[in-house]
């Protein structure tokens, strides 16, 4: 996900402090014991050790200083992108959907659903993945989502319920 997305300069950065890394791995655990057995030494410990903190040092600041690219250019996430919510009340019961609105236009809406009834109850809209949990008598739940033009039906997902009324269309134009 990091590579994805930085640009072409901050790969190559990266790159090559991960590819000197590698190298001095590499070099230090087959190359260097084959020509001296004890490597590193009693004298070379102190400075292997030195260079491998330093090499430590250098990728972990690599990958701070060019990961922080997509903050830097103000990068949309998904929490960044998204506009404000827009609320809109919503009151469910045995066995009814009550909006303050069923005409919307186009754009973000936090549905703020209350159970006023007696049983659970929960919001769904058909279509979108995303729904309330199970609601409790006298609780509330927020669901966010963006909608676009169209018409939207809103229902409980509650075995029965849907069949019993608790479903509304919304249009947003």
Request: aromatic residues 6%; glycine residues 10%; contains cysteine.
């Amino acid at each position: 996900m990091l590579l994805a997305g930085l640009t072409t300069g901050h790969k190559i950065g990266l790159g090559v402090v991960g590819l000197v890394f590698i190298l001095f791995a590499l070099w230090s655990s087959l190359i260097a014991p084959r020509r001296n057995p004890d490597f590193p030494g009693k004298n070379g410990i102190g400075p292997y050790i030195v260079v491998c903190l330093a090499l430590f040092a250098a990728m972990i600041s690599a990958v701070m200083v060019f990961g922080r690219e997509s903050e830097a250019k103000g990068a949309s996430t998904p929490a960044a992108a998204a506009a404000p919510a827009k609320p809109v009340q919503v009151q469910e019961k045995e066995f009814a959907i009550t909006l303050a609105t069923k005409t919307l236009t186009a754009g973000r809406y936090a549905f703020d659903v209350k159970n006023v009834g007696k049983i659970q109850h929960d919001l769904a809209i058909q279509g979108l993945p995303a729904k309330t949990p199970l609601i409790s008598p006298g609780q509330s739940a927020t669901l966010t989502v963006t909608l676009k033009k169209g018409a939207y039906t809103l229902y409980c997902t509650v075995p029965g319920h849907r069949a019993a009324g608790m479903v509304v269309t919304v249009t947003v134009s």
